[in-house]
Each structure stands twice: as structure tokens, then as C-alpha cells.
T-cell receptor, first 114, second 116 residues
């Protein structure tokens, strides 16, 4: 199935907390899993991405954990800051695609309280 | 220059109007995309151009007409739109040589369209 299920829909954490956003998929042919961050009034920006042959990837305070057998991947934000308050979208690319077509999750609105 | 620019920022149009959205990038990308995004929803892919040729049309109504006049420009021509077409229209671009090159899509800030 060409779907990516994302949860939770919204999340509130205190500054310094570690919000975790989860995504699940069915299609084992997906071969690329990016996360996008979108601030109000702006376009999405690529945050971090992972391929299914890697179980974890870190970039600064952002970590993707990938569980291929469970067909799940998640975003962890270490030492979260109020400036991280944004909407986060996970996505997956069909392996059969020769273009940049991405299947997006429904999004998670994160609020980090000072 | 890693920027995708879109004009106008805001557009209000009536259902009988004809208008165009414009997107420009100077990163040498040969893949360009149009997305539609409703409030609190993910972007929905509309069209993909690869090397100035339309490679994906996600069954978009004909009242939306894309055009890629050259490798840096992407237009979306609008005609006889409906109020439900009101949304944020996002343009994106990426490399287009080899599958992994399509990965990083750079998005513009979008055009906020309101159809009255």
C-alpha cells in the first residue's frame, strides 16, 4: 500500500525534552525515508533522511531510528528548543519511482514550551 | 544559491479569472515539482517535470496547466478554479540524474491562493 501513517498528530513538550514522532509503512519497496520540517508560512525543508539499510542516523540534535522488520521509523529531537516548534512530516519514496515522488505522512505539530 | 523563489506570495482570484503562478530556481536542478497543500495537511504532489518534460501528472484537473519554459522556470496556469482549490501551492526542485539525485527536494515558500 502507498501509505505512510504518522503519529501523534500533535505533541507538546517542555524545553529540553525529547519528542518522538513515529511513522509506519506497508510497502517494502520504499527505499528512502526523509523527514521534513515546516514552519508557518514557509515551505517544508529537508531535515534528515535515511535508507533502509541503516538502523540509525544522527544529524545534530535530530536522530532517525529505522526498524526495517517492523516497517517503522521515528524521529527523535534531543534537547528540544522552542525554535523546534513546527510541523514535521515523514515521507517515503517508492522504490519503483524514477522521479522524486514522495508519499507523505499526515504531519505532527510540535510545540516546545519554554 | 539554494533558493527556490515563488511569485506571487498571495493571490486572490475569482472563479472566472485566469492567473499564473511562477517558480524559479538557479541551482541547476533539472527536476521541478508542483504541490498543493491544504491547512494542517501534507503536501500533495500535482506535477513533476524532468528535463523540461512533464513526467508525472497526478490526475490533476485541467483547470491547472503546468508549463516549464526552461530549466530554471516553472509556471502553473490557473483557469476557472473552484473555491475548494484555495490552498498553498508549493514549488520544489531537485537533481534529476540517477535515482538518489532526486532525493533532496528544495521547496519554495509557496503561493497562498484564495479562490472566491
Amino acid at each position: 500500500q502507498q501509505q505512510v501513517k504518522q503519529s501523534p498528530q500533535s505533541l507538546i513538550v517542555q524545553k529540553g525534552g525529547i519528542p518522538i514522532i513515529n511513522c509506519a509503512y506497508e510497502n517494502t519497496a520504499f527505499d528512502y525515508f526523509p523527514w521534513y520540517q515546516q514552519f508557518p508560512g514557509k515551505g517544508p525543508a529537508l531535515l534528515i533522511a535515511i535508507r533502509p539499510d541503516v538502523s540509525e542516523k544522527k544529524e545534530g540534535r535530530f536522530t532517525i531510528s529505522f526498524n526495517k522488520s517492523a516497517k517503522q521509523f521515528s524521529l527523535h529531537i534531543m534537547d528540544s528548543q522552542p525554535g523546534d516548534s513546527a510541523t514535521y512530516f515523514c515521507a517515503a519514496r517508492p522504490g519503483s519511482s524514477n522521479t522524486g515522488k514522495l508519499i507523505f505522512g499526515q504531519g505532527t505539530t510540535l510545540q516546545v514550551k519554554p | 544559491d539554494t533558493e527556490v523563489t515563488q511569485t506571487p506570495k498571495h493571490l486572490v482570484m475569482g472563479m472566472t479569472n485566469k492567473k499564473s503562478l511562477k517558480c524559479e530556481q538557479h541551482m541547476g536542478h533539472r527536476a521541478m515539482y508542483w504541490y498543493k497543500q491544504k491547512a494542517k495537511k501534507p503536501p500533495e504532489l500535482m506535477f513533476v517535470y524532468s528535463y523540461e518534460k512533464l513526467s508525472i501528472n497526478e490526475s490533476v484537473p485541467s483547470r491547472f496547466s503546468p508549463e516549464c519554459p526552461n530549466s530554471s522556470l516553472l509556471n502553473l496556469h490557473l483557469h476557472a478554479l473552484q473555491p475548494e482549490d484555495s490552498a498553498l501551492y508549493l514549488c520544489a526542485s531537485s537533481q534529476a540524474s540517477g535515482r538518489s539525485s532526486y532525493n533532496e527536494q528544495f521547496f519554495g515558500p509557496g503561493t497562498r491562493l484564495t479562490v472566491l
